[in-house]
């Protein structure tokens, strides 16, 4: 780190992004990104009996072809880090068994990607191991009967309420080599303004994400101009706006280079109300479009960060607020 109370790590010895992967549910595959997507899937329960075991094909699916992708087999990946909003992160849990690969389950909520990132790039900078594996997801439908109604309830959505992404991403890191880095990593801290509306996340999580970009850029030195792109997880059209007033308070101005994935992965015309959501939002746009455009040298420096609420059913029903959570990884190309 680079001063006592820094909340970021530097890599001396960057970890390359050996390959990505993503896979989409139908609506998705609808959706601004549909070029961009390795997978879209037909249809959103796989012939399973259950939205749940459905979700634990998809970190099947996605995992395995990452690893492909990175011309990789399982036995060459050290570590697996892996997370979903299930309770007890039982979709990651699941698919980790089909795999005989160490496996360090996480759970960040909407945050858990970048969480995943960094730990891996942490463990790969230490020395420690060589490759890691780094994913999340979500389902709309497994998320939408744990943490609000159960579909069949046909419930109305309040206004600002965000679409659960049906998707999930992978992310091979490597040690040494060329092409795109993780050169950073900064930890984010626990707020909670005192939202309790389980149905604007967005607005929960702002303060949070404002929390760790204002940490990244004081560690740093940097200002958002810096960068190519400063991209949000899933803060929808709402939170972000939200997050430009917070940051513009503390005297930060985010300018055209800030995005939300939450607020591009759908479409002006799909009815999504806010934008997307879960913690399949952030992994399949920055496997999918990030990636790609840096691939390409669109983009040479990007700061992403994946926000996260981390409340339960439980929590929700006895009327505590919620507090959430944003991690940030710098990624850079050659």
């Known amino acids: 780190m680079s001063t ?5 790590i530097f890599f001396k010895n960057a970890p390359r992004i050996l390959a990505g992967y993503s896979v989409v549910g139908p609506k998705e595959g609808q959706g601004a990104f549909k070029d961009y997507y390795d997978k879209i ?9 259950s939205y ?4 634990r094909l998809i970190f099947e699916m996605v995992i395995e072809n990452a690893i492909k992708k990175a011309g990789l087999k399982a036995g060459d990946i050290n570590a697996l880090l892996s997370g979903d909003l299930l309770n007890q992160i039982t979709a990651s849990g699941f698919c980790a068994a ?6 360090l389950g996480l759970f960040g909520a909407c945050a858990t990607f970048t969480e995943a990132m960094a730990l891996g790039a942490v463990l790969i900078d230490g020395g420690y191991i060589k490759h890691a594996a780094c994913a999340s997801g979500s389902h709309f439908s497994s998320v939408e009967r744990q943490y609000r109604f159960p579909l069949e309830l046909g419930t109305q959505r309040p206004p600002t309420a965000q679409w659960t992404v049906t998707g999930a991403g992978c992310s091979i890191l490597g040690a040494g080599g060329k092409g795109i880095k993780v050169t950073a990593a900064t930890m984010g801290k626990v707020i909670d303004y005192g939202i309790k509306d389980v149905n604007n996340m967005g607005g929960a999580m702002a303060p949070a994400a404002m929390n760790t970009i204002e940490a990244h850029l004081r560690d740093t030195g940097n200002k958002p101009d810096d960068y190519d792109m400063i991209v949000t997880g899933d803060l929808g059209k709402f939170g972000s706006q939200m ?8 005297g930060i101005k985010l300018g055209t280079n800030y995005h939300d994935c ?3 992965i759908f479409t002006k015309g ?10 399949g939002c952030a992994p399949v746009v920055f496997n999918s479009f990030i990636l790609e455009k840096m691939r390409r040298e669109k983009l040479k420096k990007v700061l992403f960060i994946a926000t996260g609420a981390l409340l339960s059913t439980v929590s929700a029903q006895q009327g505590d607020s919620i507090p959430c959570i944003a991690h940030a990884i710098l990624v850079e190309g050659e």
């Open 262 to 264: 939450g607020a591009m």
């Open 52 to 55: 749940e075991r459905a979700e």
């Open 270 to 279: 799909q009815k999504v109300l806010q934008g997307g959501s879960g913690a």
């Open 41 to 49: 899937l037909d249809g959103d329960q796989l012939k399973e009996k």
């Open 98 to 103: 089909k795999f005989d690969i160490p496996f």
């Open 243 to 250: 997050l430009r007033e917070l940051m513009d308070n503390k």
């Open 4 to 8: 006592e109370n820094s909340q970021t």
